[in-house]
Every structure is written in C-alpha cells, then in structure tokens.
Nanobody, 124 residues
C-alpha cells in the first residue's frame, strides 16, 4: 500500500513563494512518475505539474508554467513543488499523486494513489 503525505502549505501574500513536499512510502518510489494537482473551493481538481521517474521530464499546466517547479529526490522518496510569484487564484488544496503505469500524463485518472492534500492560501 502506498502512502503519500504532503507538507509545506500555508498562507502567503501574492507575489510570494511557498515550497511543498510529498513523502512517499510503500513502493519503490523511483519506479513511478509523480504529479501535483489542486482543487479550489467549488471547482474541479486540476492538474498542476508532473515529473517522470528519473526526473528528466516534467510537464506543467499553462497556468503555472514559469512560476512553479516540480522536482524529486529518489533517495529521499520525496517529490517537491516550488511555487513562486504566487497569485490569489493559486489558492487551493494541493495534492500529490503517484502513477503506477508507464508514461507521463496529466489526467486525474492516470494516477492511482493520492495524498490527503495541503492547503495553500494566497492573499491579495
């Protein structure tokens, strides 16, 4: 069984930065692609970023491209999301997710395991 635990959320002013972490256990972490998603109140969960098993390939939603950076440390079984130039519209519950099949995808259905989420609130 896979467990994913996010941390690092909080309250930040617009224009500020925040770093999220997601610690994984229960599977060989380096074998799987990872992703970050978010869900704002009253909205559907949406893709934010994804990273390949090795970390060589990354993919971002257009809304965060150039501001967010996804990375991973396979030795620590951890994936990160560095968020810069934050905007109020980035306010959401952020989830990390693990994909158990090959390839890098951006769909919710493509990820089998999910964390509980960490709240990010950006004030204007």
């Amino acid at each position: 069984q896979v467990q994913l635990v996010e941390s690092g959320g909080g309250l930040v002013q617009a224009g500020g930065s925040l770093g999220l972490s997601c610690a994984a256990s229960g599977r060989t972490f380096s074998t799987y692609a990872m992703g970050w998603f978010r869900q704002a109140p009253g909205k559907e969960r949406e893709f934010v970023a994804a990273i390949s098993r090795s970390g060589d390939d990354t993919y971002y939603a257009d809304s965060v491209k150039g501001r967010f950076t996804i990375s991973r440390d396979n030795a620590k079984n951890t994936v990160y999301l560095q968020m810069n130039s934050l905007k109020p519209e980035d306010t959401a519950l952020y989830y990390c997710a693990l994909r158990i099949t090959r390839g890098l995808v951006t769909t919710i259905e493509g990820f089998a395991y999910w964390g509980q989420g960490t709240q990010v609130t950006v004030s204007s």
